[in-house]
């Protein structure tokens, strides 16, 4: 089993104010082990220091104020680990599943009211959760205001699922900046087609986490993804979100500083107001909070 490095665990703090609000839109918490046991056919050990306890100290440092949880697949879909988290934040935290297609209502109608606003697909039906069962677990949740976070392998993958995606009629976000690479970039013809989506598509919301996975010239700046994601955020700046991704658990590349990944934004929406939109009014839209 591949045992994944440790978070940061000494960040630096963001060398701007972020807003009242701020929210890190995508996070995975894991253990302790002895009372949250990971699936046996998990693709990695989480390390040990990427408690709730421990993403809290990072949470302070970056002054965030609000947050994602997001299950990670070390759980599979027993999502009592988030649960319990987010009734310890007490309304500051929301989450979002992963489901079993098999789960019963009442189980569903926890999540719910414990502050879950959506689960996660992969395209194509990987990872065991099919487009059926997603338009089964739609047709289940109507009424809980959810919406679908959606994970494509490459951006023509993500341009593919919005038809499916937008027959669902509810708010569906893709992760992964879209997969959008430095090779990406305005005149091309997949990337076109991604931001054409994004201005069109009422339903569509997109994540900025991840692009330090992209990114060939790597830390501290991450200069190679500024001018894909200053493209994208132009083309729907309201419907723009981050993410930490912490603990990094199952990266490539090496584990990054969080203040490095808050500080990108200073590159890639250098307008304070469109930084706060990404930060704190469009995750308080998307997820449920109010202003």
Known sequence: MRQVKPPNPNPHAPRFKLPAGACDTHLHIYGPFDRYPLVAERG???????????????????????????????????????????????????????????????????????????FRIKSHGRGGFTYEDTKRMVARTQGFGWHIEFTPQTVADAVAGVPFLNS???????????????????GEREFDELVKILQNEEN?????????????????????????????????PDHIVWGSNWPHAS???????DGDLLDFLLAA?????????????????????RK
């Open 204 to 236: 569509i919301w997109l994540n900025l986490y991840s692009f330090y996975q992209q990114s060939e010239s790597g830390a501290p700046s991450y200069s190679d993804m500024v001018e894909v994601i200053q493209a994208l955020i132009a083309a729907r």
């Open 251 to 257: 990266i490539k590349v090496a584990t990054p500083d």
């Open 44 to 118: 990695y050990d989480p390390d040990p220091h990427s408690t709730l306890d421990d993403y809290l100290r990072t949470h302070r440092a970056l002054g965030l104020e609000r947050a994602v949880i997001v299950t990670g697949s070390g759980n599979g879909t027993n999502n009592r680990i988030t649960l319990d988290a987010l009734k310890r934040m007490n309304g500051s935290f929301k989450a979002v599943a992963l489901l079993n297609p098999a789960i019963t209502d009442a189980d569903l109608q926890e999540l719910k009211d414990g502050g879950f606003t959506g």
């Open 269 to 289: 929406a250098p307008e304070e107001k469109t930084r706060n939109a990404i930060l704190a009014d469009n995750p308080a839209k998307l997820y449920g909070w």
């Open 168 to 186: 669902l009629k509810l708010p569906y976000l893709f992760d992964h900046v879209a997969e959008a690479e430095p090779h990406h970039h305005p």
